[in-house]
C-alpha cells in the first residue's frame, strides 16, 4: 500500500471505531456483564474490600478502577478505564513493534468490530495484559530481547483479573517450552512477578479463607436455585439443538432448576469439564460447529488473517519446521480455537479470542513486512477488510 492510501485507510477505521464506541454507549447502562462489575463497586462502597473479595470480584480490575469511581459515576468509571487501557495498548504496540499504520488499521477495524472495549466489564485488563504476553513472545521471534519480567508481570496480572485464563493454559504452555527449548528465561527476570504474584495471594486470602479458592467475577445464580452457570449453558444448547431456544439466548436459572428436578441430579454436567465427557457424541458435534464459528466470526473480525496466518502455520508443518520458533503466535491460536471448541458446548463469545487476536495481527503484519507471505495476498486482505468495514458501516449506521 502507498503512504497515502495507508493514511486514508486508518481514518476510516478510526471514524468506524468511533461509531462502534458510539452504538456501545448508547446502550442501557449496565447491559450484559456491566452490570456486575457496577454491582461489585456498589457492594465494596457498602460492605469493603474484605467482604467484597470473600463474595468473589477481579482484583486487579478493581484496584485500578475503583479509585475512578470516587470520582465519577460507577458506570462512567468502568468505561473510562477501558478506553485508558485501550490506550496503553496502542502505546504499548507503538513503542515495542514499532508498528507500522497497516497494523494498527488492521487494529483498529478489529477493535471496533468487537467493540469489548466499549462497555465496562474486566475484559479489557484480561485482554491488554494477554496480549502484551504473547506479543513479547512474537518479539523473542523477530530476535529481539524479550523483557521477562514485565512479560511474566503482566501473565501473573491476567491470572487473578479472570478464570478464563485457565482455557489459555495449554497456549499458554507451548510458548513457555519454545521459550524453554531456546534458554530464554532468566533467573534475573523472576524477581518482579514473583512479589507481583505473593502480593495478589494476599490480597486473595480472605476469598482462600472463605471458599477455598482465589476471588473471581462469577455469574451467581439465585439463592432460591441450587444450578451454576455451566449446567444453565449446556441446557441452553440442549434446548437450541431441539428447537426450544434461539441461538445466543440463555434458559432462566429457574428453568434450569426446573428441568434438574424433572430429570434427575445427574441430567446435567456441573462443570464445563465434566461436560467434555458428558455426551461424547454432543461434543464432537459442538466441537466442529464452534469451530467453524469461529473462522466465521473470526473472519467478519479480522478478514483474511485468520486463515493466512493458519495456513503458513500449516506449511511450516509440512516443510516439517514444527518445533520453529517462528510458529508460536501461530500455533497458540490454533490450540485456543481447538481447545474453545473442545470445552464450550454452548455457543462462543469472540470476545473470549481477543487476546491471542491482537497478537496474531502482529504476527500477520510481520508476514507482509518480511515478505514471508505474497503482496497480492496482502492486498486481497486490505480490500477484503475494506469491504467488510463498509459492511459494518452499513449495519451499525441505522442503530445509531
Known amino acids: ?106 487494529l483498529t477495524f478489529f477493535i471496533g468490530t468487537c467493540k469489548v472495549f466499549f462497555i465496562g466489564t474486566n475484559d479489557s485488563l484480561f485482554i491488554l495484559c494477554l496480549a502484551i504476553f504473547f506479543n513479547e513472545i512474537h518479539q523473542f521471534n523477530l530476535g529481539k530481547p524479550w523483557k521477562q519480567p514485565f512479560a511474566l508481570s503482566v501473565l501473573i496480572v491476567c491470572f487473578f483479573t479472570r478464570a478464563l485464563v485457565v482455557m489459555y493454559l495449554p497456549a499458554l504452555i507451548i510458548c513457555f517450552l519454545f521459550l524453554y527449548k531456546i534458554k530464554g528465561f532468566s533467573k534475573k527476570g523472576y524477581l518482579l512477578p514473583i512479589i507481583i504474584f505473593i502480593l495478589f495471594m494476599v490480597i486473595n486470602v480472605p476469598a482462600i479463607q472463605s471458599n477455598g479458592r482465589l476471588s473471581y467475577d462469577k455469574k451467581n445464580p439465585p439463592e432460591n436455585v441450587d444450578v451454576n452457570w455451566a449446567q444453565r449453558q449446556y441446557l441452553a444448547q440442549l434446548l437450541v439443538n431441539e428447537g426450544k431456544l434461539s441461538s445466543h439466548q440463555h ?89 474453545f471448541s473442545l470445552v464450550i458446548i454452548s455457543f462462543i463469545e469472540l470476545r473470549w479470542f481477543v487476546a491471542i487476536f491482537i497478537a496474531t495481527i502482529a504476527f500477520y503484519t510481520y508476514l507482509e513486512q518480511t515478505d514471508k507471505i505474497s503482496k497480492w495476498i496482502s492486498k486481497l486482505n486490505v480490500a477484503a477488510t475494506f469491504l467488510l468495514m463498509i459492511y459494518g458501516f452499513i449495519k451499525i449506521i441505522p442503530l445509531i
Open 1 to 106: 500500500m502507498k503512504i497515502n492510501l495507508q493514511k486514508i485507510l486508518l481514518a476510516i477505521a478510526i471514524l468506524y471505531a468511533i461509531l462502534g464506541m458510539y452504538f456501545m454507549y448508547g446502550l442501557p447502562i449496565g447491559a450484559g456483564d456491566e452490570g456486575v462489575f457496577i454491582s461489585d463497586l456498589n457492594y465494596i462502597n457498602q460492605y469493603g474490600w474484605i467482604e467484597a473479595i470473600k463474595k468473589g470480584i477481579s482484583v486487579p480490575h478493581a484496584i485500578l478502577v475503583y479509585p475512578l469511581s470516587l470520582v465519577f459515576e460507577p458506570y462512567f468509571a468502568l468505561r473510562l478505564l477501558n478506553i485508558i487501557l485501550l490506550i496503553v495498548l496502542y502505546c504499548y504496540f507503538l513503542y515495542r513493534n514499532k508498528a507500522s499504520i497497516t497494523f494498527f488499521f488492521y
Open 251 to 339: 434458559p432462566s436459572f429457574k428453568a434450569t432448576q426446573e428441568y434438574v428436578d424433572e430429570n434427575g441430579e445427574d441430567s446435567l454436567p456441573r462443570t464445563l469439564f465434566e461436560g467434555i465427557l458428558f455426551n461424547p457424541k454432543l461434543t464432537v458435534v459442538e466441537f466442529f460447529k464452534d469451530a467453524l464459528d469461529i473462522f466465521k466470526y473470526g473472519t467478519r473480525q479480522l478478514g483474511l488473517i485468520l486463515i493466512i496466518v493458519l495456513l503458513f502455520l500449516s506449511h511450516n508443518f509440512y516443510k516439517k519446521k514444527i518445533f520453529n520458533f517462528e510458529n508460536s503466535i501461530p500455533l497458540a491460536l490454533l490450540i485456543t480455537i481447538l481447545v
